[in-house]
């Protein structure tokens, strides 16, 4: 059973455009929704995250959008750059310490010079 | 900053071999978790563990996987009896809850090749 279902698999974007990533969950226990961001070679590392008691959330270019009804979620990175380039996860877990991170299935983005 | 440690970088292995891989969470953390990512794929759950017990595992943990921090420091996932089927990226991670922000910090990955 896929608990977080993310799309697109695969983005390109020019420069200075917006990158949007959406994620969809079905488990409403979940009430932390992280986004992870992944280098080639490297871990994942956290780079923003959402509670359902806010319908949005925004960092520097980053922002999260949530959408507690229809138990959907995303991500948008503004005036994206090519350092942007990397692998995106959602993931969906409880808040509380010891609960795993669900992950979705990842977006590749590209962002192009 | 601190950060999550983990070693070998690579490791090949037979199949039916055992291997062990080692991880170095970062120190006052109390829940460390193992990850892994077959090549293209998501970033799939294993085990957690706090106070040296296993807390959850998922379906992939089975008889053939096990965990321990033997030293206080570092936290080791074996796989008894390899199978090509467990060559992956191996992430472990140690986590912080604060307020309304629960970080899971991960290691570089140990990826794991089975022949």
Not at chain 1, 74 to 96: E, K, R, V, W
Not at chain 2, 2 to 13: A, D, G, I, R, Y
Not at chain 2, 79 to 96: G, H, N, P, Q
């Amino acid at each position: 059973q896929q608990q977080v279902k993310q799309s697109p698999q695969s983005l390109i974007v020019q420069k200075g455009g917006i990158s949007i990533i959406n994620c969809a969950y079905e488990n409403t226990a979940f009430d932390y929704f992280p986004w992870y961001q992944q280098f080639p070679g490297k871990g994942p590392a956290l780079l923003i995250a959402i509670r359902p008691d806010v319908s949005e959330k925004k960092e520097g270019r980053f922002t999260i959008s949530f959408n507690k009804s229809a138990k959907q979620f995303s991500l948008h990175i503004m005036d994206s750059q090519p350092g942007d380039s990397a692998t995106y996860f959602c993931a969906a877990s409880i808040l509380n310490s010891g609960y795993a991170l669900n992950f979705g299935k990842g977006t590749s983005l590209l962002v192009t010079p | 900053e601190p950060e999550v440690t983990q070693t070998p970088s690579h490791q090949v292995t037979q199949m039916g071999q055992e291997v062990i891989l080692r991880c170095v969470p970062i120190s006052n953390h109390l829940y460390f978790y193992w990850y892994r990512q077959i090549l293209g794929q998501k970033v799939e759950f294993l085990v957690s563990f706090y106070n040296n017990e296993i807390s959850e595992k998922s379906e992939i943990f089975d008889d053939q996987f096990s965990v321990e921090r033997p030293d206080g420091s570092n936290f080791t996932l074996k796989i008894r009896s390899t199978k090509l089927e467990d060559s992956a990226m191996y992430f472990c991670a140690s986590e912080v809850t604060s307020g309304k922000r629960k970080t899971q910090y991960f290691g570089p990955g140990t990826r794991l090749l089975v022949l």
